[in-house]
């Protein structure tokens, strides 16, 4: 096999290589995936190989109560949903109705509806309802919703936490656009808003792993609750 050139053409090849040899899904996410397509959902579900991580870090974690915020069409959440202890429960938030009828479609065919919980509507709108519920704290939070949004996400996630609580948030890197101080795009304002607040915040401890693969030049932020 000739080896691919270079950038993003490796990285979506290195991706698969893994992809099939150590996390080839099974027909649940391959349908859910299928689903998202055919309903015209965005593109942008976490990989298989992210899926992947996601699902690994429930199982250290072992959380009872995973909060999810942006669940499109389910894949991040069946991932997540998979690796619960008996018992847990996650609580995905999405504000379109379309993207929350296909993910109840790909949760109930995953077997995984049971556990989860989908809220609809806008995040900052049922955030506080869930504090008012007394539904925290939760022990594990993924932030992955719209992007300007991502410093109130992490104030909430805060409040909804308690110590030991593990946070990864989505898509901070984007294309190292996130260095850039004078961007005037609302994504990364938000992004550059959140890290901010991560570094006058003494109850969380945090770190960036930079990502590249099929999805391209990105990253998470992984932090932990500690006091
Ligand atoms: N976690 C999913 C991908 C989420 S994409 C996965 O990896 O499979 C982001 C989702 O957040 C979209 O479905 C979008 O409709 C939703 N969203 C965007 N802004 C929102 C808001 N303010 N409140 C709730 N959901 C929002
Ligand atoms: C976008 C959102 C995501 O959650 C993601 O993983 C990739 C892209 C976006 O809004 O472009
Ligand atoms: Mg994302």
Request: net charge positive; with cysteine; charged share 25%.
């Amino acid at each position: 096999m000739a080896l691919p050139k270079s950038g993003r053409q490796l990285w979506t090849a290195v991706d698969e290589y893994f992809r099939a040899l150590i996390a080839p899904g099974d027909k649940y996410l391959e349908a859910a995936v299928k689903a998202n397509r055919k309903a015209g959902l965005p593109a942008i579900d976490v990989s298989p190989l992210q899926g992947q991580h996601l699902n690994i870090l429930v199982r250290m974690t072992q959380p009872k109560r995973v909060l999810e915020i942006g669940t499109l069409g389910g894949y991040s959440t069946i991932c997540m949903a998979r690796a619960l202890p008996v018992g847990g429960r996650i609580v995905t938030l999405e504000f379109s109705p379309r993207h929350a009828e296909v993910a109840r479609k790909n949760l109930k065919n995953a077997g995984v509806l049971d556990r989860v919980d989908m809220r609809m509507g806008p995040a900052l709108h049922i955030l506080p309802i869930l504090e008012s519920e007394g539904a925290g704290p939760f022990d594990f939070i993924f932030i992955d919703a719209d992007k300007q949004s991502n410093a109130e996400y992490v104030k909430w996630a805060l409040r909804l936490s308690r110590p030991g609580t593990t946070i990864v948030v989505d898509n901070v890197v984007r294309d190292g656009k996130v260095i850039d101080g004078k961007s005037k795009d609302p994504d990364i304002v938000g992004t550059r808003r959140m890290a901010e607040l991560i570094a006058k915040e003494s109850r969380l401890s945090a770190t960036v792993m930079q990502n590249v693969g099929a999805k391209g030049y990105d990253g998470f932020l992984l932090a932990v609750v500690v006091q």
